[in-house]
């Protein structure tokens, strides 16, 4: 099961025990930020974009929006988004779940800028009812990120 990955992921950083598994979905940015009580714009959207036979996930804010100028000038290819099925074969993760913990060695991650400007945030961890609470450097630092990039709009 793609949270059991999670959690046995985070475990490796002590975390494991933080993940929090919700009675309503939190599926999309808007339900994850009711069933957290926090502003949408903190929940970090993790999204899929194909590479080659893989694919890279990007953590953004909830409020920010992929900018396609941006995106590629930064990765040198057309921001093309996964299909859920493709998705869930390639990082082991369903749409409303997906992010950057315990997927295979071939997913790249990076993580946007549009969430520096908050202390915490919050990720799924492999489900379409569960978060965890990390602050930036913490989430950069645990999905392996490859790099900060500046690939989004509409959250400044």
Known sequence: MSIENARKYLSHFGKD???MEFDVS???VE???EALKVIPARITKTIAFKKD????LIGM???AKVDNKKFKAEFGMKAKMLTPEETLYITGHAIGGVCSFG???SVTS???????????VFPACG???SAIELTCEELFKFTKSQKWVDVCKDWE
């Open 17 to 19: 025990k933080d993940i």
């Open 26 to 28: 939190s599926a999309t």
């Open 31 to 33: 339900l994850a930020a």
């Open 53 to 56: 036979d893989s694919c890279i």
């Open 61 to 63: 804010a909830g409020d």
């Open 103 to 105: 997927v295979p060695e």
């Open 110 to 120: 990076y993580t946007d800028i549009s969430l520096k400007r908050f202390d915490t």
């Open 127 to 129: 489900s379409s009812n």
